[in-house]
C-alpha cells in the first residue's frame, strides 16, 4: 500500500440486481463489497482454482479464435513494463487457445517464481459464451462491453480509460490502486504513442517508488484511494480514474464492464489530443496562447455561447453534435488529413 493512500469508498449494501443509476453516474470510485458474492463462477473459485478452471471450462467455445496472452520472465515480478531504456517491452504476447493458459496457470499454481502471465481484456461473449446467463451484471438501458482478465500475480501500471468500469473480482484477491484525473502532472507518465497495452502508463514502480527520480509521485500518493478487493467484490472506477491494478493470488480472474456515458458515435478524445499535440503544441508561444483562446471559447466554454448569435439552422458543426453532424465532420478531417 503507498504510503499517504486513504481508502476508497465501500458499500455493501448494493443489490447486483439493481444498481442504482446516480452510483453508476456519480464520477466517484466506491468499493461494492459482495456485489458479486452469488455468481456461481465466484462460488467455484472460492473452493479451489481448479474448481474455476472447471466451471470456465463448460462454457469454453471449442471453435473460438486464440487469445492474446501476455507472458513475461519471473524476474519481472508481474510487472508488464518496458524495457530498460522504453524501446520495447519486457514481455512477450502468444495467441494461443484459452484452455492452454488455464491450464498452464494451474500447472505454475504453486511455483514460487513462475512466469507471468495475463490475459487482458476478452470478451467474454466471444470466448465464454452463455456463461453470462449465470454471471453478468443488469445495466438497464446501458450496454456495456463485458470482458474477462485472466492471470496470476501480476502488476498492471496506473492508466486510464475512457469508459466507465465496474471490475467484478471472480478469483483470487486483487488490490487495487486509484487516483483523481487531475494527479496527471504527479505520475511521470510515459509515452502516448508506444505503450505496453494501448494506454499510456506511469513510469513509477508502485512496489518501490524512486522518489529521487519521480519526486511529485509523493504529493500523487497523498490524492490516493485503494482497497483489497476478495472474490465476489467489485470497484466502480470512474471515467478518467487513474487505477493500478494488482493479481495477489496465483489464479485471478476479473470481469469488467465498460461503457461511456456519451453516445457511441463520438469519437475518442485521445483522438482529438493527439492532433493538438501535431498541430498545436509546438507553434510560436504567442500563436499557441491564440490557440489556447480558440480552444477555450469553441470547446469548454459552457452552453451556447458560442453561437447564440448565429441562427440555428446556420450553426453546422457549431450547433449541437449528433450522429450526422459527426459523420459529416469525420469524413472532412479525412480528407484534409489524407491530403
Keep these: 500500500m503507498l504510503p499517504g493512500a486513504s481508502p476508497i469508498a465501500e458499500r455493501a449494501d448494493v443489490d447486483v440486481r439493481a444498481i442504482p443509476d446516480a452510483l453508476l453516474a456519480s464520477g466517484e470510485p466506491v468499493v461494492l463489497r459482495g456485489l458479486v458474492a452469488d ?4 462460488r467455484a473459485a472460492r473452493d479451489s482454482a481448479e474448481e474455476a478452471v472447471a466451471y470456465l471450462r ?6 473460438a479464435p486464440p487469445v492474446v496472452a501476455t507472458v513475461g520472465p519471473p524476474d519481472i515480478g508481474g510487472r508488464f513494463f518496458y524495457n530498460d531504456d522504453l524501446s520495447g517491452f519486457n514481455f512477450r504476447q ?31 461473449d466471444t470466448w465464454l459464451p452463455g456463461i453470462r446467463a449465470h454471471n453478468d451484471v443488469p445495466f438497464g438501458a446501458r450496454e456495456p462491453l463485458a470482458s474477462v482478465w485472466i492471470g496470476n500475480r501480476t502488476r ?3 492508466h486510464q480509460d475512457v469508459p466507465d468500469n465496474l471490475a467484478c473480482v471472480v478469483a483470487g484477491r486483487r488490490r487495487v490502486t486509484l487516483f483523481p484525473p487531475d494527479q496527471l502532472p504527479n505520475l511521470y507518465v510515459g509515452p502516448l504513442d508506444h505503450t505496453p497495452a ?5 513510469l513509477v514502480d508502485f512496489a518501490a517508488p524512486d522518489l529521487q527520480k519521480f519526486p511529485r509521485f509523493a504529493e500523487a500518493c497523498r490524492h490516493a484511494r485503494t482497497a483489497l478487493l476478495e472474490p465476489g467484490d467489485a470497484v466502480l472506477i470512474p471515467s478518467m480514474w487513474w487505477h493500478h491494478m494488482e493479481g495477489l493470488d496465483a489464479f485471478n480472474v476479473l470481469v469488467n464492464y465498460w461503457w461511456r456515458q456519451s453516445p457511441a458515435w463520438m469519437d475518442t478524445p485521445m ?3 493527439m492532433l493538438a499535440i501535431m498541430t498545436v503544441r509546438d507553434l510560436p508561444p504567442a500563436q499557441r496562447a491564440i490557440w489556447d483562446d480558440i480552444f477555450r471559447h469553441y470547446v469548454f466554454a459552457p452552453g451556447d455561447a458560442t453561437a447564440d448569435h448565429i441562427p440555428d439552422d446556420a450553426r453546422r458543426v457549431l450547433a449541437p453534435m449528433d450522429e450526422a ?5 469525420r469524413a472532412r478531417l479525412l480528407q484534409r488529413l489524407n491530403r
Design 58 to 63: 463448460t462454457f469454453e467455445r471449442r471453435d
Design 156 to 158: 498492471i501500471a496506473a
Design 198 to 202: 494501448g494506454q499510456p502508463i506511469s
Design 39 to 42: 455468481w456461481p463462477m465466484v
Design 325 to 329: 453532424r459527426a459523420r459529416s465532420l
Design 94 to 124: 502468444e495467441n494461443v487457445p484459452l484452455g492452454v493458459v488455464l491450464n498452464t496457470l494451474l500447472k505454475y499454481a504453486t511455483e514460487e517464481r513462475p512466469p507471468a502471465i495475463y490475459v487482458a481484456s476478452t470478451t467474454i
Design 271 to 273: 483522438n482529438a489530443l
